[in-house]
């Protein structure tokens, strides 16, 4: 397993400006994700952060507005740049420790935008 | 794009009363994972099946995969006002080292 935390845990932001958030992982693991859910939705991806890779981003989402950084095998960021009402969402980060096994989740990161 | 699907959306029991929730996929998959959500908050792991399993039992959980069908069920015995949450299920690809998909979820209250 591995125990995963995520700063911060809430925030609440004005619109047009950035927050980036923190996940550390309590062991090395190469393969780190982060995921969005939007109030009352479900878990939409992000991107893959890889470390010694440039992250891999899914359909409709762009490194301008999510750039993630991934300088080691336990930790990484995502910031939300020049937010919007609609940046508002969770943001959690997630591990596979092992392949084809269990997925982990950190607690995640609650935004609020204004 | 989301892979599963869940059935109910939303569920009413009582406590003591047996839940039982459904998922559908669309393609092959490595393993098949449920979740659990409290009130927005992170995503707690329950159980994870793989493709060539049918049954698995965690305590009061009980999750079964049918391939053939494209479909999973999660169900909760006797259960408690605490296992009041969000469910959702999730699939890994064949090649398993790719992150999960998620299904909508079910919300299930539990009305003690």
């Known amino acids: 397993s591995a125990v995963i935390s995520q700063k911060p845990s809430r925030d609440i932001c004005q619109r047009g400006t950035s927050l980036t958030i923190q996940c550390q992982v309590d062991?090395?693991?190469?393969?780190m994700f982060w995921y969005r859910q939007q109030p009352g939705q479900s878990l939409t991806l992000i991107a893959t952060?890889?470390?010694?890779?440039?992250?891999?981003?899914e359909s409709g989402f762009v490194i301008d507005k999510f750039p993630i950084s991934r300088p080691n095998l336990t930790f990484s960021t995502l910031t939300v740049s020049n937010m919007s009402p609609e940046d508002s969402s969770i943001y959690l980060c997630?591990?596979?420790?092992?392949?084809?096994?269990?997925?982990?989740f950190g607690p995640g990161t609650r935004l609020t935008v204004t | 794009s989301q892979q599963g699907e869940e059935d109910p959306q939303a569920l009413s029991i009582q406590e003591g009363e047996n839940a039982t929730m459904n998922c559908s996929y669309k393609t092959s998959i490595n393993n098949l994972q449920w979740y659990r959500q409290n009130s927005g908050r992170g995503l707690v792991h329950l159980i994870l099946?793989?493709?060539?399993?049918r049954e698995k039992h965690s305590g009061r959980l009980r999750v079964t995969l049918d391939t053939s069908k494209k479909s999973s069920s999660l169900l909760i015995t006797a259960s408690r006002a605490a296992d009041t949450a969000s469910y959702f299920c999730?699939?890994?690809?064949?090649?398993?080292?790719?992150?999960?998909?998620f299904g909508k979820g079910t919300r299930l209250s539990v009305i003690a």
């Open positions: 999730a699939t890994s690809p064949p090649s398993g080292n790719t992150p999960l998909v």
């Open positions: 062991s090395q693991v190469t393969m």
């Open positions: 099946i793989r493709s060539n399993e």
């Open positions: 952060a890889n470390q010694g890779s440039e992250a891999t981003y």
């Open positions: 997630s591990v596979l420790p092992g392949q084809g096994g269990e997925q982990y």
